[in-house]
């Protein structure tokens, strides 16, 4: 499995993520963010086959509803199908070292389908 590393900052256009599927996402944010925004890249993160997300830093907890909203909305509010599912995982820690640490040990989950 690749690593890929990506840097956007408020406002920055939305690349492509299709190349990446299936994959897990780990966002550290460390500046606000617009709900716009936010829900852009929830939209691609649903739609480019993200199925794990872990959210670390400011405002983290918000981005577990946005991803909700944006899987709900791409089946039209209908049930969404298990294999379609995104598991969220907020960590609440202080230290952005033990959460990093954690994202090592993770990276090498396996996707089971």
């Known amino acids: 499995m690749e690593m890929e ?6 406002n920055d256009v939305v690349p ?30 649903v739609k480019s086959g993200c199925y794990y997300l872990m959210p670390w830093g400011k405002n983290a907890s918000s981005w577990n ?3 909700d909203s944006a899987l709900l909305a791409q089946f039209n509010y209908q049930a969404i199908p298990a294999e379609s599912s995104i598991m969220t995982l907020g960590m609440i820690m202080a230290q952005p070292w033990i959460y990093l640490h954690f994202v090592k040990a993770w990276r090498n989950m396996k996707c089971s389908s």
């Open 16 to 45: 492509a993520l299709d190349h990446l599927r299936p994959f897990k996402c780990v966002l550290l944010i460390d500046s606000d963010f617009s709900t716009a925004w936010q829900k852009k890249i929830s939209e691609r993160l």
């Open 65 to 67: 509803d946005a991803i």
């Open 5 to 10: 590393y990506l840097q956007l900052r408020n």
